[in-house]
């Protein structure tokens, strides 16, 4: 029954936190895209170009690496707890 919750309770909190990573890199990636366009193009106010550059950058880190990078949020703790239990319970 401990098991049970700890798996519950585990990835319940393992969602939590992927979720705020998950945000918060992608305000990271859109805000550097912003600084970006800003950077390259100045005094351009071409409101629909620069959307377009920043929707292009979010499409490209949808399915970037490091977008795939974040869900080891759930793997690493996983094999922990599974390593840690699996060595205390075999002696």
Not at 12 to 37: D, N
Not at 57 to 84: A, N, Q
């Amino acid at each position: 029954m401990g098991l049970i919750k700890l798996l519950v309770f585990g990835l319940a909190a393992l969602t939590v936190i992927y979720f705020s990573i998950s945000l918060y890199s992608r305000s990271v990636r859109r805000e550097k895209l912003e600084k970006r366009w800003d950077g390259e193009n100045p005094g351009y106010d071409d409101k629909a170009a620069r959307d377009a550059y920043i929707e292009n950058g979010m499409i490209r880190y949808e399915s970037g690496f490091r977008k795939k990078l974040i869900f080891l949020v759930y793997i690493v703790p996983i094999v922990v707890v599974t390593t840690i239990l699996y060595v205390t319970n075999a002696n």
